[in-house]
């Protein structure tokens, strides 16, 4: 079945330092992929989405690119901030091959961020 | 409107209680879901409608009984709960379009329940 694979951290950065959060992928036909972030208490937000093989999904600074050879969708950004401390989830859909929605999603463990000042 | 709407935000019950859980889009999407995400843990997918007919449930407990009364509104009725139910229950909504772009799944805040 479909699986997603993230480093699960703590992730622990200073402010300003070069963020990469890995993520790959198991999946049977052409799974759209998305990084949610989660802050304390909240539920998810959608940060970037790729819906085909070398799509750049791109948000607040953030970028992943959908790399189907490698079967990857790694996260990164330039420069973290204080903010940026959250839990991040690499998840993908199409777990029942049908792609577009209704397939509901299949989530990474879940990365947990913290940026220090 | 761009949200997911749902509440309570916080709900306590004893495992005799019946309960239930609201959750409302109005974005026109025709496809609603139910995930149950346990502390440090990623959401798990309960149930899906699409065109407000069951079309996932993963193995759920008849405990939780979902509804869909019709497309902009969606419940999850709770009866006999045990402790370990305790969790976010989040909802989400997306496009079912097979034929159009695909833009994501938007996830309400969650109903933080604790049973006691």
């Known amino acids: 079945g479909n699986s997603v694979t993230q480093m699960e951290g703590p992730v622990t950065l200073s402010e300003e330092a070069f963020l990469t959060i890995n993520c790959t992928y198991t999946a049977t036909g052409y799974p759209s992929l998305f990084w949610y972030v989660q802050y304390p208490g909240e539920g998810l937000q959608l940060l970037l989405k790729a819906t085909k093989a070398d799509d750049k999904g791109s948000n607040k600074g953030f970028e992943a690119t959908y790399r189907k050879e490698t079967t990857s969708f790694h996260l990164e950004k330039g420069s973290v901030q204080v903010s940026d401390s959250a839990v991040y989830f690499c998840?993908?859909?199409?777990?029942?091959?049908?792609?577009?929605?209704?397939?509901?999603?299949?989530f990474g463990k879940g990365t947990h961020l913290i940026i220090q000042p | 409107d761009t949200e997911v709407t749902q509440t309570p935000k916080h709900l306590v019950m004893g495992m005799t209680n019946k309960k239930s859980l609201k959750c409302e889009q109005h974005?026109?999407?025709?496809?609603m879901y139910w995930y149950k995400q346990k502390a440090k843990k990623p959401p798990e997918l309960m149930f899906v409608y699409s065109y407000e007919k069951l079309s996932i449930n993963e193995s759920v407990p008849s405990r939780f009984s979902p509804e869909c009364p019709n497309s902009s509104l969606l419940n999850l009725h709770l009866h006999a709960l045990q402790p370990e139910d305790s969790a976010l229950y989040l909802c989400?909504?997306?496009?079912?379009?097979?034929?159009?772009?695909?833009?994501?799944?938007?996830f309400g805040s969650g109903t933080r329940l604790t049973v006691v």
């Open positions: 974005m026109g999407h025709r496809a």
């Open positions: 989400a909504s997306s496009q079912e379009a097979r034929n159009s772009p695909f833009y994501g799944y938007t």
């Open positions: 998840a993908l859909s199409g777990k029942y091959s049908r792609g577009g929605g209704a397939d509901g999603l299949t």
